[in-house]
């Protein structure tokens, strides 16, 4: 059978084998390099009350919050584009 990717649709290189995570969405175990990872960011008070606090001049910290999808599972939630033939290979 053909190839469709010379990378097979990892970003390891020539590292060996990586460490595996788990989908955020269905708990599929994938390698951390081919996951499709999503950061956002949480507030450690109320939304009404650090609007406060950063009126005031004060810093509010925030936590990263870090979850990893599957490929099946971002295209799904539309974290993923599915592109064109022509489009995938233009970077």
Not at 32 to 54: H, M, N, Q
């Amino acid at each position: 059978m053909g190839k469709k990717r010379k990378s097979g649709g990892r970003s390891k290189g020539k590292k060996g084998t990586l460490s595996k995570v788990q989908c955020s969405s269905c708990r599929r175990m994938i390698p951390r390099d081919k996951a499709k990872r999503k950061t956002s960011y949480k507030a450690l008070v109320d939304f009404t009350i650090g609007k406060e606090l950063r009126q005031q001049g004060a810093h509010v910290p925030r936590v990263p919050y870090v979850r990893y999808y599957c490929v099946s599972c971002a295209i799904h939630r539309h974290h993923v584009k599915i592109r064109a033939e022509d489009e995938r290979k233009s970077r």
